[in-house]
C-alpha cells in the first residue's frame, strides 16, 4: 500500500499498488444543487438569509458551481408547482453577493421558465443556464440554449428522466443539445431508478456520440440508496462534472449528498480543489440546522419513486392527495409508475388518487 496523493482533510489517500483506483488524479468539478434540488425538501422556502449563508460556505470551501431557483427552476413559482418563499430574482442577487469564486447557476424548464426570465436572470449575475427537458423531448431547448449562448452565459443541458430511454437513444438527444449549443451535457436521474452500471452505459453512450470537448454530467438521486455510486460510475465513465446538495437535500428521497460525495472522491484520489472539511462545515453546521426536521430520507414513498421510475418531485405532491383522498401513497406511486408519467404531468397525481378512491 501507498499514498498517492495527500488528502484534502490533511492526511494521505491510500492506494494500493496493484488496483490503482480510476479517478485518481483525475480533476472532477463539482455542481452543489443545495439551493435549487434543494428547495423540494423546504416546500421551496429558503429565504434570502439562507442562501447568503448557504452560498457563502460553498464558496469559501470551493466548490465550483453554486445553482440557485426555485425547485422547479426559473418561474417555478407557482400553484401547480408551489409558490417561493422569495422570488428567484431576489435569491440569485443574494448568491452573487456572496460568491467570489464560485460560479453561479440557475434551472431553467422550457414551458416554466422563459426566455425573458433568463433575460432577468442573466442581469443578477448567473454565469451558467442548465436547461432541462425530458430525455426524449431536448429538441424543446434549442431556442433556449441559443438565446442563452447570446447572452454570453455557459449552457448545460440537462437530460432528465434518463433512465426512461436507451443510453443510443439518450445520446442522439444529447447530440441535439450540443449542436444547440450546450458547453455541458448532464445525465440527470431524476427518479433515483437507474443502477451504476447503467450510469455507465449512458455516459459512455454519449462519450462516444459527442466531440471530446463536451464536458459529461451527472445529476443523482438517491431513491434506490445509490446516488453517491452512480456519481462515481460517472465519473469513472468520463463525466467531469457531478451534482450533489449538502446533506442530499432535494426532491424524493433527496440527491447524492455532495459532502459525502467529494469525501469519496477524496478517498478514490480525484483531484475536486475542494476543502472537504469545510464542506461537511457547510452541511453540518449550515444547512442541517437550517432545514431541521426536513431533511430528506430513503423511506417507502421515495424507495417507490425510484423502484417505479417516477418524478422524484412528485413525492410531495402525492403525500398532499393520498391525504386529501384517503388513499395509500404506496398505491398511487405504483399507478404512475405503470402510466409511465413524467415531469409536467403532475395533475395525473389527482386524476390516479381519485380514480383509486373510488374503487
Known amino acids: 500500500m501507498t499514498a498517492d496523493r495527500p488528502g484534502l482533510l490533511g492526511s494521505p489517500v491510500i492506494h494500493d499498488g496493484a ?6 488524479d483525475r480533476a472532477i468539478s463539482v455542481c452543489d444543487t443545495t439551493l435549487r434540488d434543494g428547495s423540494h425538501s423546504v416546500a421551496h422556502q429558503f429565504t434570502v438569509d439562507d442562501v447568503r449563508a448557504v452560498a457563502r460556505g460553498l464558496d469559501a470551501a470551493g466548490v465550483h458551481v453554486v445553482e440557485v431557483t426555485h425547485g422547479d427552476g426559473l418561474g417555478g413559482s407557482s400553484f401547480n408547482y408551489g ?5 428567484d430574482l431576489d435569491l440569485i442577487k443574494a448568491a452573487r453577493a456572496e460568491l467570489t ?45 441559443r438565446a442563452a449562448k447570446q447572452q454570453g452565459l455557459e449552457t448545460v443541458g440537462f437530460l432528465m428522466m434518463s433512465h426512461m430511454t436507451s443510453p443510443s437513444a439518450l445520446a442522439e438527444q444529447a447530440q441535439i443539445m450540443r449542436d444547440s449549443g450546450a458547453d455541458t451535457i448532464y445525465v440527470v436521474d431524476s427518479a433515483g431508478a437507474l443502477l451504476p452500471h447503467q450510469v455507465v452505459e449512458r ?3 454519449l462519450r462516444d456520440r459527442l466531440d471530446d470537448d463536451v464536458i459529461l ?15 462515481l460510475a460517472a465519473a469513472e465513465a468520463g463525466a467531469g462534472i457531478l451534482d450533489g446538495s449538502c446533506h442530499g437535500l432535494g426532491a424524493g428521497a433527496g440527491n447524492a449528498a455532495t459532502e459525502v460525495m467529494v469525501a469519496a472522491l477524496d478517498r478514490a484520489g480525484a483531484d475536486t480543489g475542494i476543502v472537504t472539511r469545510l464542506l461537511i462545515d457547510v452541511a453540518e453546521e449550515v444547512v442541517a440546522q437550517r432545514c431541521a426536521g426536513k431533511l430528506p430520507s430513503l423511506d417507502r414513498g421515495s424507495l417507490l419513486l425510484g423502484y417505479a421510475g417516477i418524478y422524484s418531485s412528485f413525492l410531495l405532491h ?3 392527495a393520498a391525504a386529501r383522498y384517503g388513499v395509500p401513497e404506496a398505491e398511487i406511486i405504483v399507478e404512475l409508475g405503470r402510466r409511465r408519467v413524467v415531469g409536467g ?7 390516479v388518487a381519485l380514480e383509486l378512491s373510488s374503487r
Open 101 to 145: 469564486t464560485s460560479k453561479l447557476a440557475a434551472l431553467l424548464l422550457p414551458g416554466i421558465g422563459t426566455i425573458d426570465d433568463l433575460k432577468a436572470a442573466t442581469a443578477e449575475g448567473i454565469d451558467i443556464v442548465r436547461v432541462a427537458t425530458h430525455c426524449t423531448e431536448a429538441d424543446i431547448a434549442v431556442q433556449h440554449l
Open 217 to 231: 454530467g451527472m445529476h443523482a438521486h438517491n431513491n434506490l440508496g445509490v446516488g453517491v455510486a452512480n456519481a
Open 318 to 320: 402525492t403525500r398532499r
Open 203 to 205: 455516459v459512455q453512450a
Open 19 to 24: 488496483s490503482r483506483d480510476p479517478l485518481a
Open 83 to 87: 409558490f417561493g418563499a422569495e422570488s
Open 345 to 351: 404531468q403532475e395533475d395525473m397525481i389527482i386524476d
